[in-house]
């Protein structure tokens, strides 16, 4: 499992500072290992009330999903923001998975744009409630004091300015550029993926198409300005990863080797 880097969420849960490391206990550490799992099991809930019920959902239809009463939800959340958040972290979790292992597939250029762009789609076009949820800021008409997509893009974007600064180093090219690109890239994607959700114009492959020819022919013509010719389908010599480092459970940070 990928592992979440730092957030910046003002707001944390009581709940999973309490649950967050072993006490020596082993009476205690069984019963925290049982709330973690029972709290996941929640999330998952909600997952399936959004899908049913669209990011109006309330707290009544998590509690109905989960097949328990809204105190026994409230056992395992401080309140609806609380639960927000607790989504938030799953939504990146999902995202993580499927978008770091398509960036550092060992692939030519062209292909390893193609997975990665196609990796993000796959996931709002699986759950685009959530997704709808998490943008809008809210839940069950209740203000949230978190913008759990902006913490996101921010993660896409920092770990992306390290992968295309340490390609630029490689090329003998000015890495200050690095990081202006990674954040219009992960801009431009963010945004045809909210319109293309509310759109649906046209299929997911035509949309990771048109959009891996663009980003393409960006980097290669910025390339080819510093005289810097890349072959699009041939995997270059050294292949810059992403990893993902558990620090603590409050503090991780994305690395690039």
Known sequence: MVDRVKRNSKRSSKHSRDDAAPTGDARRDRWRKHRVARRAEFVEAALTALHEHGPDLGMDDVAAAAGVTKPVLYRHFDDKADLFLALGQRGTEILLQ???????????????????????????????????LLARGSFAEKPVDADVVAEDKEIIATAL?????????????????????????????????????????????????????????????????????????????????????????????????
């Open 98 to 132: 499927r978008l770091i292992p398509a960036i550092n597939a060992e692939l030519a250029p062209v292909p390893r744009i193609r997975m990665a762009l196609d990796a993000f789609f796959t996931v709002i076009e699986e759950h685009p409630n959530l997704y709808r």
């Open 161 to 257: 300015t390290a992968l295309l600064g340490d390609y630029m180093r490689m090329f003998n090219m000015d890495s200050g550029a690095a990081e202006p690109w990674a954040y219009g890239i992960v801009g431009m994607v963010q945004n045809t993926g909210e319109w293309w959700l509310e759109r649906r114009s046209m299929s997911r492959d035509s949309l990771v198409e048109y959009l891996t020819q663009i980003i393409w022919a960006a980097i290669d013509g910025l390339a080819r300005q510093q005289g810097i010719v890349i072959d699009p389908n041939k995997p270059l010599e050294e292949n810059k990863v992403i990893r993902l480092a558990r620090q603590n459970e409050s503090d991780q940070q994305s690395q690039i080797s």
